[in-house]
């Protein structure tokens, strides 16, 4: 690039009556080396207090925003915790364009999410809600089965983050379920390959319309091949849990929920971190995986959008005190920038979760890179900016952020989903303060409950809570699903390892069942082991992310539970480590199967 070039830039890449492939060039022509290496980069970035731009967050080694984008050329952000008032997240978006608008060519930023409309709280999966309205996780949206009512939560889900500037979704996550230990089944549509084709489609289409524009927010749809098959149910964020694995040969099978999202248009794609054992495919993580990416997922099924590697590929970290490698699996031993050139040689175009683009400008310089290869995906990049509308319409506004956000029927509509999730799995003829035997589900209104894990003031609405169950006419108990403890807090966000309840927790169970007809409710985000205490119980439902009233307004009939188990429920931990981790339903003899769920 001349310096004439430099000082008189051809801004008609803002025009926006031109075609957008002509503005891509146009804009792409003037671009320096370095400017095009801030394009490859997406990481994440913190909201400062009252919706400022942050000055750096030390729990998670992230640098000042200033930074980000004058001194590495970045436009490509995830966002972090945000404020509970939405206009504050749309004040510090403002901000953020304002400051990308300040730089040389005022390329605009383009904002990402992990899901945040549940009640997940885990940086690197999912985010609570906050402002946005509440919704079961996307297992329970399986559980519900609906195609229109998913469409319809992803299009209020875009309407509330296009809101605030937020126009990609990290998400749908389109896996199949298939071993009952891993720790990310809760963000998937269940085991089910046609339910989480015919779903994750739906999905895509609410969120970007049947087309994309200036409207959407673009889906980065994950985790391409299918991430289920995992060696023990380990998760990929760690080394232990690095393998997938293919005994029953179904490799084919897990593609099939991609098809359905290709079909759909997904704008974007986010390949695994873990590496295929025992298959055609190079035993490397995914994302530098040119077999995959290139030879499947860009010359089998012809895909042209972009594909941005899940976080975290390239450099080591820390995260909460403790140290966190680089999820470089099968490449451990290659250097930071022979990783990144291995990345980009497989034909990704984005580098999640990192911020070297030094790197990058490196391995063109030095040769090991051509600039024609990263103007390909440069391309990709800009092309989505432009059709995304946001050199045209980059900034927000607050006051409507604050009134669409949470708004009253769209939190009414998340509320009925977390009800209608919740499925009912037993329920048995008790008698209850005294009335003659009957279906315990729906009980009375009135009655004297004993409940744990659940707010005695919110159970006091449906009833008078006592302090025993001997004192009870019904015991009401709200688990989690059992997993194991593992050696550092971050890793305890993934819950692995054993579907066991520890025998205190099953005694326990059965010590109330035994004084008083007893309704036990299962946080189900993996297929807990119920077999233990399932027979004492006068009923049992599991839910996918409720709040308490949800739970209690099913127990006590005021809304009919409407879910379907999505997954087998299995009978026991033996069946479980003898099931195939690619094959659906194959633990012998389960509890449940798969669809399974009473009516009142």
């Known amino acids: 690039m001349t310096d004439q070039q430099q000082t008189t830039l051809d801004t008609r890449y803002r025009d926006a009556s031109l075609p957008v492939a002509e503005r891509v060039e146009i804009l792409l022509a003037q671009m320096t080396l370095e400017e095009k290496a801030g394009l490859f980069f997406q990481t994440m970035i913190g909201i400062g207090e009252g919706g400022t731009l942050s000055e750096g967050d030390a729990t998670f080694g992230l640098p000042a925003t200033t930074d980000y984008v004058l001194d590495r050329h970045m436009t490509h952000f995830n966002v972090l915790q945000a404020p509970a008032d939405a206009g504050q997240i749309a004040e510090w978006h403002n901000r953020l364009q304002e400051l990308a608008a300040s730089t040389r060519l005022g390329i605009p930023v383009t904002i990402s999410t992990d899901p945040r409309h549940s009640y997940t709280d885990n940086p690197l999966a999912g985010l609570l809600a906050g402002a946005f309205s509440v919704w079961p996780e996307t297992m329970g949206l399986a559980a519900i089965g609906d195609e229109e009512l998913v469409e319809r939560f992803a299009d209020i889900a875009r309407q509330e983050y296009t809101a605030v500037g937020i126009r990609v979704a990290l998400h749908p996550q389109i896996d199949l379920a298939t071993e009952p230990r891993w720790s990310r089944a809760l963000q998937t549509f269940g085991e089910d390959v046609e339910l989480a084709s015919r779903l994750g489609a739906a999905y895509i289409r609410g969120f970007q319309g049947e087309t994309l524009g200036p409207d959407s927010v673009a889906t980065m749809t994950k985790h391409f091949p299918g991430g289920g098959p995992q060696l023990g149910g380990e998760d990929p964020h760690f080394a232990h849990g690095r393998e997938q694995v293919y005994p029953g040969g179904q490799f084919e099978l897990h593609l099939k929920p991609f098809e359905a999202a290709f079909e759909a248009g997904t704008s974007q794609i986010m390949p695994y971190y873990g590496m295929p054992v025992g298959t055609e495919y190079e035993e490397v993580g995914f994302g530098f995986n040119k077999s995959v990416i290139t030879g499947l997922l860009r010359e089998r099924y012809g895909f042209d959008g972009i594909v941005c590697t899940d976080w975290g590929l390239i450099s080591d970290s820390e995260i909460m005190g403790a140290p966190f490698p680089a999820r470089a699996w099968g490449v451990e031993h290659l250097a930071p920038r022979e990783r990144m050139k291995k990345v980009i040689d497989a034909g990704c175009d984005q580098f999640g979760g990192e911020a070297v683009p030094e790197l990058l400008v490196a391995l063109v310089r030095d040769g090991e890179l051509s600039e024609e290869r990263l103007d390909v995906s440069a391309r990709r990049l800009l092309r989505e900016k432009f059709v995304l509308g946001l050199f045209d319409r980059p900034f927000v506004d607050v006051d409507r952020a604050r009134e669409l956000v949470g708004r009253a029927d769209f939190v009414a509509a998340g509320q009925a989903a977390q009800r209608a999730a919740i499925a009912l799995l037993v329920n048995r003829e008790r008698e209850l303060g005294g ?166």
Request: a negative charge; charged letters at 20%; proline letters at 10%.
């Open 435 to 600: 009335a003659p035997a009957a279906p315990v589900l729906p009980f009375a209104r009135g009655l004297k409950l004993y409940v744990e894990g659940i707010d005695a003031e919110i159970a006091g609405e449906y009833g008078t809570v006592v302090a025993s169950p001997a004192e009870a006419d019904v015991a009401v108990l709200r688990l989690q699903a059992p997993y194991e403890e593992r050696p550092t807090f971050f890793e305890n966000f993934f819950h692995s390892g054993s579907l066991d309840f520890p025998a205190d927790v099953v005694a326990h169970v059965r010590e109330v069942a035994a004084a008083v007809p007893t309704v036990v409710d299962v946080f189900l985000d993996r297929p807990a082991i119920l077999t233990p205490f399932v027979d004492e119980l006068a009923a049992l439902t599991g839910n996918w992310g409720a709040s308490p009233r949800a739970v209690l307004d099913v127990l006590t009939g005021a809304a009919e539970p409407k879910g379907r188990l999505p997954f087998d429920l299995p009978s026991s931990m033996a069946a479980v480590e003898a099931n195939r981790p690619d094959v659906p339903f194959d633990t012998a003899d389960p509890l449940f199967r798969h669809g399974h769920g009473l009516d009142y």
